[in-house]
């Protein structure tokens, strides 16, 4: 074999490598973030957040799981270890969910958002940040890092219940929408008179009392 057909024979064979490769990656091969190219490889169905995956999770009537991490957060790699890489929560959350990832160092108001749903439910934050949705993005359950059995069971009962009764989930989440509100008119006017410091503690500390941490509050 002569040089020419050398170098031809080892292009086509990367060629072949790298269309075995891209067949075994989500959409998230297409970002420029490094955090979500570490996950291009998971064997969940990964896609990145913007308008066409929001619209396609609206027409579909799926649950919409976002998950939000950052490169240097140690708990965000420990749970792509443990759950986002394994194949039985994988089968779970391809079949009836549409499953975004979100780097907070590029989307912060993403993250802003679902952290104040995080922290109304549990009263805590932190990353890696999960939430599941609503077909229209409001949130309705979530939490920071889940061990793989609690994940999967998580997302089982979300689905069945919404399923079953999806007005209830409907009703939660607007409940949930409206503190995320109320938690951003806090922090707009807290120099204002509209609200005074005293209210803004009483109106948020009301609506934690309403967000127990678990789906069961939502049975």
């Known amino acids: 074999m ?40 998971n064997p969940i169905h990964w896609k990145a957040w913007n308008t066409e995956t929001l619209q396609k ?21 420990v749970m792509e270890h443990e759950s986002f890489e394994d194949e039985a929560v994988a089968k779970v959350m391809n079949a009836c969910f549409t499953c975004i990832k979100v780097d907070r160092e590029e989307r912060p108001d993403v993250d802003a958002i679902y952290m104040k749903a ?50 209830k989930m409907i009703e939660y989440a607007e409940k949930l929408h409206e503190g995320i509100q109320i938690m951003g008119i806090v922090q707009k006017n807290n120099e204002n008179t509209f609200f005074s410091e005293e209210k803004m503690v009483d109106l948020i500390t009301k609506w934690q009392k309403k967000f127990r941490f678990g789906i069961w509050w939502l049975c």
């Open 2 to 41: 002569n040089w020419i057909n050398f170098n031809c024979l080892l292009i086509f064979k990367r060629s072949i490598l790298n269309a075995f490769l891209l067949l075994h990656m989500n959409e998230l091969h297409k970002e420029s973030s490094p955090y979500l190219l570490q996950h291009a490889s």
């Open 118 to 167: 995080i922290q109304i439910m549990t009263g805590q934050g932190g990353w890696p940040l999960n939430v599941v949705c609503l077909p229209n993005g409001k949130p309705v359950w979530g939490g920071t890092y889940f061990r793989k059995n609690d994940w999967i069971n998580a997302l089982q009962q979300l689905q069945q219940l919404y399923e079953t009764n999806p007005e």
């Open 57 to 77: 999770a609206k027409e579909n009537n799926t649950l919409i799981i976002v998950s939000i991490g950052y490169a240097a957060c140690h708990w965000c790699h």
